[in-house]
T-cell receptor, first 114, second 112 residues
Framework: DAGVIQSPRHEVTEMGQEVTLRCKLI?????LFWYRQTMMRGLELLIY????????DSGMPEDRFSAKMPNASFSTLKIQPSEPRDSAVYFC????????????FGQGTRLTVV | AQSVTQLDSHVSVSEGTPVLLRCNYS??????LFWYVQHPNKGLQLLLK??????LVKGINGFEAEFKKSETSFHLTKPSAHMSDAAEYFC??????????FGTGTRLQVFP
């Protein structure tokens, strides 16, 4: 059963601190996406991986953002140092193998940087 | 290049009246098309997907969408809106099964 688990669900941190968001894919995915959602900018694609390889990171806003996918089922998105404007909900999604497959989204991590 | 356009950023309807959320796509290949719904403070949930088996696709909660190749459209409809349908709706095109392109979303309001 395909699914996506994100942790933590909520994160409050002080400006300048490092933040790490985690995403676990349950099974059957070959692509992973990180999105950021804000009221002002809507849903933005930050980066996506295919077979653990970063394909397009043009949406990563700055060098402060980095993402890794060390294996087929796990990815991290790191912000160092964090800033208040990074406050958003960050979603991870997995896309299963197959032309007609749909993406499964995690519940998101709500990040607040104060 | 592939793209998707949601023609309305906001749609307001009265409870019990029909819903129409419009989506047009551009794709060089046969597209995979999806509609996702996001309720407030929730993640995105798949409503329905076009898989080329049938042009009229039925989804959850009474929604359906019709794939019209000649019009490059994939509009989402529901005969009778319910208060619980108030949410944001995203039209999505999948390219080569490894990339998703999202529309900008349509916020549906339902009035009693």
């Amino acid at each position: 059963d395909a699914g996506v688990i994100q942790s933590p669900r909520h994160e409050v941190t002080e400006m300048g601190q490092e933040v790490t968001l985690r995403c676990k894919l349950i099974s059957g995915h070959n692509s992973l996406f990180w999105y950021r959602q804000t009221m002002m900018r809507g849903l933005e694609l930050l980066i996506y991986f295919n077979n653990n390889v970063p394909i397009d990171d043009s949406g990563m806003p700055e060098d402060r953002f980095s993402a890794k996918m060390p294996n087929a089922s796990f990815s991290t998105l790191k912000i160092q140092p964090s800033e208040p404007r990074d406050s958003a909900v960050y979603f991870c999604a997995g896309l299963a193998t197959g032309v007609w497959s749909e993406a499964f989204f995690g519940q998101g991590t709500r990040l607040t940087v104060v | 290049a592939q793209s998707v356009t949601q023609l309305d950023s906001h749609v307001s309807v009265s409870e019990g009246t029909p819903v129409l959320l419009r989506c047009n796509y551009s794709s060089s290949y046969s597209p995979s098309l999806f509609w996702y719904v996001q309720h407030p403070n929730k993640g995105l949930q798949l409503l329905l997907k076009y898989t080329s088996a049938a042009t009229l696709v039925k989804g959850i909660n009474g929604f359906e969408a019709e794939f019209k190749k000649s019009e490059t459209s994939f509009h989402l409809t529901k005969p009778s809106a319910h208060m619980s349908d108030a949410a944001e709706y995203f039209c999505v095109v999948s390219v080569s099964s490894d990339k998703l392109i999202f529309g900008t979303g349509t916020r549906l309001q339902v009035f009693p």
